[in-house]
């Protein structure tokens, strides 16, 4: 069930790789797309892909779930952290990234959300926590879209590319 759902996080957000330069480099893409070759930006792809996949989910799944935004907030947690811990280690040994451990590192996080994500629905959560979960959702996207912009001077944020 997690594994296939991760299929569509992992297609997504591939095809979100690209729509910032297809947009003709549009701002308004650019919340939602990598405007540049960063760790940061590139956390928006597992991020939003989970998020559009979400927004049609819901309906289908609001009925049969208590914990459904925490479930999400704390898969694309998942997700994310997968990304930075495989990176910033294979990193401190080679030095510059690699291609295919990088989309290696977005595929096993992306199943890594959805596991995660059906674990917390089958648990009984608390109104509170799922309104947590949903402030979680939503601060997380409106950093993505704010550091885009006004990104902190930090490596993180540095396109290696422009070195």
């Known amino acids: 069930m997690g594994s296939s759902r991760g299929f569509w996080i992992i297609i997504v957000g591939s095809l979100l790789h690209f729509v ?3 947009s003709n480099n549009s701002p308004i893409v650019g919340i939602f ?11 928006k792809l597992g991020y939003w892909s989970t998020i559009l996949f979400m927004l049609i989910e819901y309906w289908f799944l609001r009925r049969y779930v208590s914990g459904f935004f925490l479930g999400k907030a704390l898969g694309i947690i998942t997700l ?3 990304i930075l811990i495989i990176f910033y280690s294979y990193t401190a040994i080679t030095k510059e990234p690699i291609l295919w451990i990088d989309i290696g590192s977005y595929i096993v996080g992306a199943i890594l959300c959805q596991l995660v994500s059906y674990r917390i629905f089958k648990k009984p959560i608390s109104e509170k926590s799922e309104k947590l979960g949903l402030a979680i959702l939503i601060i997380f996207g409106i950093i993505l879209g704010l550091f885009t912009f006004y990104p902190p001077d930090l490596p993180i944020f540095k396109d290696p590319t422009k070195s």
Do not use: A, G
């Open 20 to 22: 910032y330069e297809w």
């Open 33 to 43: 797309s990598p405007i540049n070759e960063s760790v940061w930006e590139h956390l």
């Open 80 to 82: 994310e952290l997968t």
